[in-house]
């Protein structure tokens, strides 16, 4: 068996230098983000691996992340176990306005990355005179090679829902995109593809349903968090919410292929990583609520998708 795993790991920045004044902005933004609290979020993070791995029997050969702010967060975090140095980094910086990207980790012994690049996405600002155009998180593309075969793996962190969704029409052009290039890859390339993501829509919102199916409405996508959320499986909250806006989606030849081959799909929602104020029972155990401190993993759970090998 093997593991593909995906996950928003809230706010992972580099300690924050000390302010000159106590109320100057912080470069993260975190209130009070010290170097033992750092610390502390890169255990946490590489304690849901460590988890994984116990509950599993194996470690994704492959992680998708978001909200991971520049590559150093990214190169002490492998450092630490269970990943022991032995795995690679895929990682750009974005343009996005708070500094936070996507990223990939693999395991240096199972993948062999042959290309990378992101997708830079830029929309035009209406009545503003300053700027003329806006930046959102870019998505990671990689084209790696797995026990002898092709997978494209898009890493996506779509703009989030608020002030009465503002961000819908970024997000519809996000997606459109990516499924262009999706639809070239499968029907053109023939190659296997991954689109995993925090998507900010659910399995059942209108994007996320379109981009399984080409322009003949023949499906070319398979997502398996669709089921999962038919029956209540969150991998996050807003207030009294639950969402399943982390996903993993795969093309309909990882279903059915000879060197491996899609089983299940799960949130990783262990008890460790869970929430311990009973008024938030079964939600993630969140860094910061606010601006107040918890200490806790993300306020994601993680997901992931098993493999069988063949």
């Not at 470069?27 to 979020?41: T, V």
């Not at 975090?77 to 269970?82: C, H």
Request: contains cysteine; glycine residues 4%.
């Amino acid at each position: 068996m093997e593991l593909f795993s995906f996950y928003n790991v809230e706010n992972l920045f580099l300690p924050d230098p000390k302010p000159v004044h106590k109320l100057d902005p912080t470069k993260s933004g975190l209130r009070n983000w010290d170097e033992k609290r750092y610390k502390n979020k890169l255990f946490k993070i590489s304690h849901v691996f460590q988890l994984m791995k116990e509950e599993n029997g194996v470690l994704p050969f492959m992680i998708g992340l978001s909200e991971v702010s520049g590559r150093k967060v990214l190169e002490d975090l492998v450092q630490m176990d269970p990943f022991n140095s032995e795995y690679g980094i895929v990682h750009y910086n974005s343009m996005d306005e708070r500094k936070v990207d996507v990223a990939m980790l693999y395991d240096k012994n199972k993948v062999e990355v042959i290309d990378s690049e992101t997708i830079t996405f830029f929309f035009e600002i209406i009545n503003k005179n300053t700027e003329n155009y806006d930046t959102t998180r870019d998505v990671l593309y990689s084209r790696v090679k797995y026990k002898g075969e092709i997978i494209n793996v898009f890493i996506a962190h779509l703009p989030s829902k608020r002030e009465k969704d503002v961000n819908k029409p970024k997000r519809d052009f996000i997606m459109s995109e990516i499924r262009g290039r999706i639809l070239n890859i499968v029907n053109e390339e023939k190659e296997h593809v991954i689109l995993c993501g925090d998507f900010n829509e659910n399995p059942d919102d209108e994007n996320l349903v379109k981009i399984l199916y080409d322009n003949a409405q023949e499906k070319v996508l398979e997502n398996p968090f669709q089921e999962l959320f038919s029956t209540r499986n969150y991998s996050t909250f807003h207030y009294k919410s639950g969402l399943l806006f982390d996903q993993i989606i795969l093309s309909k030849s990882l279903f059915d292929n000879d060197g491996f081959s899609f089983q299940d799909a799960e949130v990783f929602n262990a008890e460790k990583i869970s929430s311990r104020d009973r008024n938030f029972e079964g939600r993630p155990f969140r860094t910061y609520a606010g601006t107040r401190y918890l200490g806790g993993y993300s306020d994601h759970f993680p997901v992931f998708v098993k493999f069988k090998s063949l």
